[in-house]
């Protein structure tokens, strides 16, 4: 492709790449509001650039768009993280955590919440590496310079944030792939309110424990039984909708994750009656940063974690396009 003539037709040429670059840079800062921002602040210094000589324009604008996210996360790893204080602000984070149209659209085409919340946790320089080669395959040379590393460097810091991503479940992979989809089936039936649904997965004995302060004050801490723990759901079923099926600590659970954040954790013990005996939950930021997040392994019946249609991460060589 040539260069542009003139400003015009780079302005041209930028809008007929904005889908990807928008896409780009919400993989990398998980939010459509921040993947604007940042697809503006690079128009900005593409425009003021000297672009009369650029070839590859769609490498070029990728490059701009993915070193201003990476400035955005930095500046989010600088900033103090707030804890989370109460129920309530539990229930404001969820209840905001409805997508708009244009972020669905995003979600839809790109990532998974999931998938988002393992994202969250890699250094800035990891998310970067490891989204712009295993997914848009800019090769590790360009990723190398936009990092200020070398392309040793930027190669393994894919690798690291690649291991991060995905492990599989603990136990046999029958029987962890019968512990996932218990699993799913207990968050599709909490999203729902499904009462029957719920008390087929649960144990007459289930015991639920969960924190003070992420419950109101009228419900208990310990709930036993599978009548009781199955009615509370319908008071928590919005929580319920920003929950997402991950691997805590190697073993199936449930992360509620408004906007891809980490906030609280379901740890669930599954028994060999394929019943769910105890769920634990817990928002203690010390916890929730010492679990190991990753992704339910591809190819384990019932999950899900990379968009229908799409190889998983890793595989999926896009050409950047030039």
């Given at each position: ?165 995905q492990a599989h479940p603990d136990g046999a992979p029958q029987r962890a792939a019968k ?6 089936a207990f968050l599709a039936a909490s999203r729902g309110g499904d009462i029957a649904g ?77 019943r769910i005996h105890a769920i634990d939950i817990t928002g203690d930021p010390g916890r ?35």
């Amino acid at each position: 492709m040539s260069a542009p003539n003139d400003l015009a037709d780079l302005a041209q040429r930028f809008h007929a790449d904005r889908r990807h670059l928008r896409s780009v840079a919400f993989q990398l800062l998980g939010s459509a509001a921040d993947a604007e921002d940042a697809v503006q602040s690079a128009w900005l210094k593409a425009s003021r650039a000297n672009f009369g000589a650029v070839d590859n324009l769609t490498g070029w604008f990728t490059t701009i768009t993915a070193r201003e996210a990476f400035d955005q996360l930095r500046a989010r790893k600088r900033r103090a993280e707030e804890p989370l204080a109460a129920t309530d602000e539990l229930d404001r984070l969820v209840a905001t955590a409805s997508a708009p149209a244009d972020e669905e659209a995003l979600l839809t085409e790109s990532v998974s919440n999931a998938l988002l919340v393992v994202l969250d946790r890699l250094s800035p320089a990891q998310r970067v590496a490891f989204v712009l080669h295993d997914v848009f395959a800019v090769p590790f040379e360009e990723i190398a310079g936009l990092l200020d590393r070398s392309p040793a460097a930027a190669k393994k810091l894919a690798s690291r944030a690649r291991g991060r991503l995905q492990a599989h479940p603990d136990g046999a992979p029958q029987r962890a792939a019968k512990h996932l989809e218990i699993v799913e089936a207990f968050l599709a039936a909490s999203r729902g309110g499904d009462i029957a649904g719920l008390l087929e997965l649960l144990a007459p004995d289930v015991v639920r424990t969960v924190d003070r302060a992420l419950v109101p004050d009228d419900v208990p801490t310990e709930v036993r039984g599978a009548r009781r723990v199955a009615e509370e759901t319908r008071r928590f079923t919005q929580r319920a909708r920003a929950g997402a099926v991950m691997l805590i600590d190697g073993a199936p659970g449930i992360v509620i994750a408004p906007r891809g954040h980490a906030r609280v954790l379901l740890r669930i013990t599954v028994g060999a009656d394929d019943r769910i005996h105890a769920i634990d939950i817990t928002g203690d930021p010390g916890r929730i940063h010492r679990a190991a997040l990753a992704l339910p392994g591809i190819g384990y019946q019932g999950t899900q974690t990379w968009p229908a249609g799409r190889p998983a991460p890793g595989r999926e060589r896009k050409r950047h396009a030039g």
